[in-house]
Structures are given as C-alpha cells and as structure tokens.
C-alpha cells in the first residue's frame, strides 16, 4: 500500500507565491517518478510538472518559470514551489508517484488564486 500525503495548498492572491508538499509512504520500494498534476472544475486533470528520481524535470508550457518542482529522495518527497501565480491556477493539486509500474495519486490539495 502506497499513500501520498500533500500539503500547503490554500487561498493566495494573484502575484503570490504557495509551496506544496508531498510525503509518500508505505510500500514504496521502486519509486521512480514523482510529480504534480492538476484538475480545474469542469475540466481534465493536467499535468503540472513531473521530476525522475535523478532530477530530470518535465513542466507543463503553462507554468514554465513560475511553478518549480524539486524533490527529497532521501524523504521520499516531493515539492512544488508555485511563483507568480495566476487565477488560471486555481484547482485541485493531485500528487502522482510511479512506483515499479503503478501509478499512485494523492488525495489532492485546493489551492485558489484570487484577481
């Protein structure tokens, strides 16, 4: 069993910044890839920015050089450091872990960015 615990979303006006946190636990002997996906209402949920467990990084066009993602192999967690940030990023924040080759998801984080 594999559980991602996140923190950190909440209420931030527009130009503000808010730092996510995710904390995987459990069985999680191969964990590989760690990410960040999110899910406006109305809409599918959408990659955000994903990071290997040696650094390499992949970033969705729409937050590339305000949202950062980094991660703590040694913790076994994973970071979102969101800059800059827009209404239009308003939504659920879903952690993703892949390990060995199962996908596992958060029980995802609200953040509201207000104009």
């Known amino acids: 069993q594999v559980r991602l615990v996140e923190s950190g979303g909440g209420l931030v006006q527009a130009r503000g910044s808010l730092r996510l946190s995710c904390a995987a636990n459990g069985d999680i002997f191969g964990l590989r890839d760690m990410g960040w996906y999110r899910q406006a209402p109305g809409e599918q949920r959408e990659l955000v920015a994903t990071?290997?467990?040696?650094?390499?990084?992949n970033y969705a066009d729409s937050v590339k050089g305000r949202l950062t993602i980094s991660r703590d192999n040694a913790k076994n967690e994973v970071y979102l450091q969101m800059n800059s940030l827009k209404p239009e990023d308003t939504a659920v924040y879903y952690c993703?872990?892949?390990?060995?080759?199962?996908?596992?998801w958060g029980q995802g984080t609200q953040v509201t960015v207000s104009s």
């Open positions: 993703y872990a892949l390990v060995l080759s199962r996908d596992y």
């Open positions: 990071i290997t467990r040696g650094g390499s990084t």
